[in-house]
């Protein structure tokens, strides 16, 4: 069936055409939208429903993002069940939010969404040297997304809208000395402890199992002695970096584009300037904020009658510390610099030399330009190179993706093989051994791309040897592979693994001696503490653990300060065992008084944290969300002893 669609397909083009067009016709595209959104309901929120379509969708959109972001993380580790349900608890957060933010009617302005974008580090990194966005580059990464611009905006307004809710408990967060002191003087309190270490490495010489017993551990524990599944593979790479370099640009469309585009490729006028803030929120009394405004004007006559005292007077009066320090010089910049569209509309006010004042939201600036500098608009001569190297992208952009979708066609319709798909695109067929779901360290290409590795060996290439879908692999990168040979998972022969199965084994046995042995004292010190022989103290806490493990450290802290000293144990895993004495409980040293002011802020967030997560599981109840989907296990790694 599916090589009669392949050879057939304008017939079956006409007979989709003939089935589909009356079914519009009866239902109309609504119907066909709710079919598409349909599907089994995995949370709700305020009575609206999450589908399973809709978590699939926002969990690869998630995927795609993080493989934006870091190109070389291994997005593998996302795809698994704890991922993905955690995308879900996140979608049910956003729903949760989205109705408090409309019930309250909480929005933002086009001036907060503004000042969001501007703030926003992926679109800055898009800015040109003359502060200017590219507009294409900037619509890439979206598309990339599967967003328009605007699709984006309204996310990021949606965003701030959501903030708000939680705004008002993370905003008002307040602890005192005293309430944070007890938390902190408990979690940085200190033990002073003797350590006695049964470490499994020390028992390894005294294991030696028989060749029956090394059998019955490897029949135990076939998941440690997997040969992972293979493939070798060809594949072909449509680049459009390799697009780029076979275009050549006539001299008549690079003065046509310098022509059409003089006003966007003139350079922008910087200026210099410096300021004093006089810091004062917008929510402060109005008292105070006159107060304010009133120190501002005094400083302003100033400097306007000694323009030359206005460095010293940044100096001892600004409260921006960062430009204070340098006579509240704020550098060059052109329009679109500035952190407030009013700093900036009155720095292009002012001429050179002139002082001004203005309100931000930081406060009152008094500012003065020291400097103006206009570019002239460079020749068509000049900018020759660089006007060769954007038309020629511009056109290696079009050129690319007029062929990323030939190439996706061709590549289906070849099926089995990339001889005229090369042929047609100019490409060469490679290929790769003994390649894996999960790339070596190092690899880079295709071959390290989750998404590639993913559909090589999705069912259909496994099992049919078909050419896969066009992956996009990269910006401007797609490919597509085929199997040649695969090679399913195996437990590897006990013949191939007898010495690492043997080496495991040994290991295994050894903790059991040592954590024997270790029990075995623990029980007969705590009889006849005089008979302990341990080490000398040492004194051990969560920020300096004295080279001790985490769970003695841990242990030692869990004990009962009122009832030393004891003894307790403590399971090393396949490290061993440790007996440990605490004797004493000391109280941490004090702090100085910055490092305390810095502790006291770091508990308060934490406190607050803790407050905004108990507001959000209120109006998770007040909006009745459920999580329908069952929660996975927790990831193990457990291994037979």
Known sequence: ?????????????????????????????????????????VAKVDGQAITEQ????????????????????????????????ATLEQMVRDRVLAAAAAKGRLTASDQRLARELQGNEVIASLRG????????????????????PQMFEEQVRADIAHRQVLAGVMGTGLTTPAQAGVSLDAFFERREVQVGRFDASAYQGKV???PAEIESFYKDNPQLFQAPEQASIEYVVLDQAAVQKGITVNEADLKTYYEQNLAQLARQEERRSSHILVQVPKSAPAAEREKAKAKAETLLDT????????????????????????????????????????????????KKGESGLVETEFGWHVVQVTDVRTPQQRSFEQMRPELEAQVRKEQAQRKFA?????????????????????ERFKVDVQTAANVGRTPPPGTTGPLANARFLGAVFSAESVEKKRNTEAVEIGPGQLASARVVQYSPARTRPLAEVQDDVRKRLIASRAADMARKEGMEKLEAWKANPASASLPGNVVVSRIDPAKQPPQVVEAALRADPTKLPQFTGVDLGTEGYAVVKVNKALTREAPP???????????????????????????????????LAPKPAPETNTVQR
């Open 402 to 422: 007029e062929s990323a979708d030939a190439f996706s066609n061709a590549v289906y319709e070849a099926a089995d093989g990339f001889k005229s798909v090369a």
């Open 593 to 627: 008084a910055q490092a305390a002011q810095q502790e006291v802020g770091q508990y308060t967030r934490l406190w607050t944290s803790a407050e905004a997560l108990a507001y959000y599981e209120l109006l998770r109840d007040r909006f009745k969300a459920q999580i």
């Open 208 to 210: 030696n199992p028989t």
């Open 54 to 85: 809709q978590w699939d969708n926002e969990h690869k959109r998630r995927i795609d993002r993080l493989r934006e972001q870091s190109p070389n993380v291994d997005i593998k580790l996302l795809d698994t069940p704890q991922a993905r349900y």
């Open 303 to 350: 400097v306007r009658k000694s323009p030359q005292a206005f460095g010293e007077m940044a100096k001892k009066n600004s409260d921006d510390p960062v430009s204070a320090a340098n006579g509240g010089d704020l550098e060059w910049a052109a329009r679109g610099g500035y952190a407030s569209k009013a700093l900036e509309d009155e720095v292009f006010r002012l």
């Open 129 to 148: 040297p003359d502060g200017r966005l590219d507009m294409e580059a900037y619509k890439a990464v979206l598309a990339r997304q599967g967003m328009s």
């Open 1 to 41: 069936m599916f090589d009669f669609v392949r050879k057939h397909n304008r017939i079956m083009q006409v007979a989709l055409f003939v089935l589909i067009v009356p079914s519009f016709v009866l239902f109309g595209l609504e119907g066909y939208n709710r079919y598409a959104e349909r599907g089994a309901t």
